[in-house]
Every structure is written in structure tokens, then in C-alpha cells.
């Protein structure tokens, strides 16, 4: 038996991305995407109760386990069973406080086989992507990944003959070097044959047998559950006599590969678009600016951007993005001025001019290439207001002066904490 995290949303992105890998570097990659807390181990009816109550006295202060993920990387097995790829996990406070009183708590219920699942141990944090027995497998993989960081046969040859060591170049980040931040909703446990046996929904604290563990329906209420108590869904802010100024890229609305790719924690496109407009509805209000940086909607059954934009509040200037053909109005690039800071707006920030040397609010990135986009990045001094990245609500300009956004170095998300200068 195992314990494990399984995701309920971002699950299919990893997927994705695991099948697409295999298929490069023609390995046998796993099916299912789960990180595992504690196991393998045995027990009765009578274990599985105690372990069901330990879990819902331990989880009960959790809304949700976040975790990084953070790069791809390899090592040998510690089973010996030859060598594996794995998406590097970087544990919350909360997950590693919750893993370790778990390990406490099942000491007298079931104790694992595995030694790494003591309370004093500190496991490899990891979602499995590859066992191979032949270490080159596992690097042909890598080598996909990264090629540049790869010597080449002729560096090889000059390093062997002169006797020196290979320095190994770094490589950027990049979309299949994974960097997001996701949190797990619901702790598993499988049998020996490894079906679910039940799980607790940390949204909605319920333990859940199997049949409902896999409804579409629970499932639906479990996200909502979460963007209630994460912030995903807006509450509607009072009303000022000044008008406020907004920022927002890439709602991509009526795009339902879009919930893949990015992540998104939403069922389908229709949830998506209702929970989108009424962000932006209950917090912008007719009289505010809102400069909206481009993709308003993607996909067969989109509607065009005017659609959407009948639909939403506020004083509205459009920079256009690259899924924006069907919108007839709109701008490229526009140069604001806010408390005293220009800022250049524009869809993709590869697009601002070379000339200018300021800031760049852009879109157009979302939370795939996170490295490299993040939501503050002080040293390119750009600002990615992709919808993922803020909260999927419209951002107040002078939330972000309040943020004195100068001095960050880097700010992954809206709610991230800053690193400064």
C-alpha cells in the first residue's frame, strides 16, 4: 500500500509533457503522476480505518499542499533497480510538516519497508517520469532536453587525450525543464494492487471511497472548493469615487487546452469563462481603466473578442495579442505613465522596442517558462501579467507600485513572496 499526493489540477500538463519526452528520447515513460509520502506497507480493514482517521486529523488544518516543481533531473535508483528520471519537487513548509507527522502517526499502524520513510529521514522529493536499468537510457532523455549542456565526441576526444576534466556549460531553462508551483488537493491511498482505496479532499475535508474519488462532479466541487479559499475567486471590492487602473493578459477565454497547458484549476472552458468575467466584473468597476495585453479567446468554439468584451467592465484599451486576428481595433504597443514610472505595455515582451530601457508589462508567457517570466522579473525589468500569474483577476497598478516593484529582484506570482535587490 501506498500514501501518496494526486493532483487534481495540472495533472494532464505533466502528462503531456512526460508522453512528449518519452516519445523524443524513445523511453518508457509512467502513467500516472503522483508523489508519493509514505510506502510500501501492509495492513487490515482495521489499519486501513486508523490510517483514514490519521489522515483526516492530520489534514484537517491544509485547504491544500503546495509543492515546486522544480526541473527534471536523474540519479541511480536507491532500490537498485538502475537508474531513474524525475520532475525535482520542492516542498512547501506545510507539505514537509505534513509528510513528517504522517510518518510519525503510521509508525504504530503500519511501518513502511522503506527506510527513507522514517520521521527522521529526509526523502527525495520527486514525481517519477522514467526507471530504466541502463543508465543511458535515462540520458538520452537529459540529452533531449538539454543538448547544449551535452559534450560533444570531439570535446570527449580533446578532454581524454589532454587529460583535463569537461567543464559542463549551464543551460537556460526551458518549457520542458519544468519550473511551477502547483498544490495537491487530495491524499491518496492505493492497495496493494494500487487502486484508490479512498481519498481526503483537503478542499472540502471529506474522505472519499473510490467511485467518488474519480467523479467528475466532486471533483468539480473540489476546485471550486479551492479557488474559494486560495483567492482565485474574487470578492467584489467596494466601491471608490476615484477611477483605478488595471492590467491583465491572456484570459484565453473558451480555450480548453488551455486548462492543459497552463495548469488551470477548472473543469472546462465554461467554468473558465465564468469565472474569469466574474473576477474581472466584481472587482473592475464601468468607470476604471483596464489595459487588457492581449488573447482574449482561443479555439474552435470562441466567440470573437468584441463578444467578450461586451461582457466586461471598464474603460478598456486593447494591445493586441497573437490570437487576436479576429479583433478589427486595438494597438501593438502602448507607453503609459503611472505614479511618475513609464511603462511599456505590450502583448510579448520580445516585441517592445530594442531602444527602450524601462519596464515592460507584458502577457503572452503565462506560467510556462516561469524561469524566465516570472511574475517580477527585476533583472530584465519585466512584469508578466499573464492571468496564472495573477490570481486570474485583473492587478490594481497601484498594487504593484505599493509592491515598490523597483527593488525586486524576483516575484514568481502575485501572492509569492519577493527576493530584492
Known amino acids: 500500500m501506498l500514501i501518496e499526493l494526486r493532483l487534481i489540477y495540472g495533472k494532464m500538463k505533466l502528462k503531456n509533457l512526460v508522453k512528449r519526452l518519452g516519445v523524443t528520447a524513445n523511453l518508457r515513460t509512467v502513467k500516472v503522476m503522483h508523489l508519493t509520502l509514505y510506502g510500501d506497507f501492509h495492513t487490515d480493514r482495521n489499519g486501513v480505518i486508523r490510517i483514514s482517521n490519521l489522515i483526516r486529523k492530520l489534514a484537517a488544518k491544509y485547504d491544500r499542499l503546495p509543492f515546486l516543481i522544480d526541473g527534471i533531473r536523474m540519479k541511480s535508483h536507491p532500490d537498485g533497480r538502475g537508474h531513474f528520471a524525475y520532475f525535482n519537487v520542492v516542498p512547501s513548509k506545510d507539505l514537509a510538516e505534513f509528510r513528517k507527522q504522517l510518518s510519525i502517526g503510521m509508525q504504530p499502524i503500519a511501518r513502511s519497508i522503506k527506510p527513507w520513510d522514517s520521521p527522521i529521514s529526509e526523502p527525495l522529493w520527486h514525481i517519477s517520469i522514467s526507471l530504466h536499468k541502463h543508465h543511458s537510457s535515462i540520458s538520452k532523455l537529459m540529452h533531449s532536453l538539454h543538448p547544449a549542456n551535452s559534450p560533444s565526441l570531439m570535446d570527449k576526444f580533446f578532454a581524454f587525450i589532454s587529460g583535463k576534466k569537461l567543464i559542463q556549460v549551464e543551460h537556460e531553462r526551458n518549457r520542458d525543464d519544468l519550473y511551477l508551483p502547483l498544490d495537491a488537493l487530495r491524499i491518496t491511498l492505493l492497495g496493494d494492487n494500487r487502486r484508490i482505496v479512498f481519498e481526503y479532499d483537503l478542499p472540502t475535508k471529506q474522505i472519499l471511497p473510490r467511485n467518488l474519488a474519480l467523479n467528475r462532479q466532486i471533483g468539480k466541487k473540489s476546485l471550486s472548493a479551492y479557488r474559494s479559499r486560495a483567492g482565485l475567486e474574487a470578492m467584489p471590492l467596494l466601491p471608490t469615487n476615484l477611477p483605478r487602473t488595471f492590467v491583465i493578459s491572456d484570459l484565453h477565454l473558451s480555450h480548453d ?165
Open 257 to 421: 487546452n488551455i486548462i492543459i497547458y497552463c495548469a488551470r484549476p477548472f473543469i472546462d472552458s465554461q467554468e473558465m469563462n465564468s469565472v474569469l468575467i466574474d473576477n474581472w466584473n466584481r472587482i473592475v468597476q464601468p468607470k476604471d481603466k483596464v489595459y487588457f495585453l492581449g488573447d482574449m479567446a482561443f479555439g474552435r468554439g470562441s466567440n470573437a473578442p468584441e463578444h467578450y468584451l461586451s461582457k466586461l467592465n471598464g474603460d478598456i484599451t486593447f494591445i493586441k495579442g497573437n490570437h487576436d486576428s479576429r479583433f478589427g481595433g486595438g494597438e501593438l504597443k502602448k507607453v503609459i505613465e503611472y505614479c511618475g514610472k513609464k511603462l511599456m505595455l505590450v502583448h510579448d515582451s520580445k516585441d517592445a522596442p530594442s531602444e527602450w530601457k524601462g519596464w515592460i508589462i507584458h502577457g503572452h508567457n503565462h506560467n510556462n517558462e516561469l524561469w524566465n517570466f516570472p511574475f517580477i522579473n527585476g533583472v530584465k525589468r519585466t512584469i508578466n501579467v499573464s492571468a496564472e500569474l495573477i490570481k486570474y483577476q485583473p492587478l490594481d497598478l497601484d498594487k504593484l507600485i505599493a509592491l515598490d516593484f523597483e527593488t525586486i529582484k524576483r516575484m514568481d506570482t502575485v501572492d509569492s513572496v519577493p527576493v530584492r535587490f
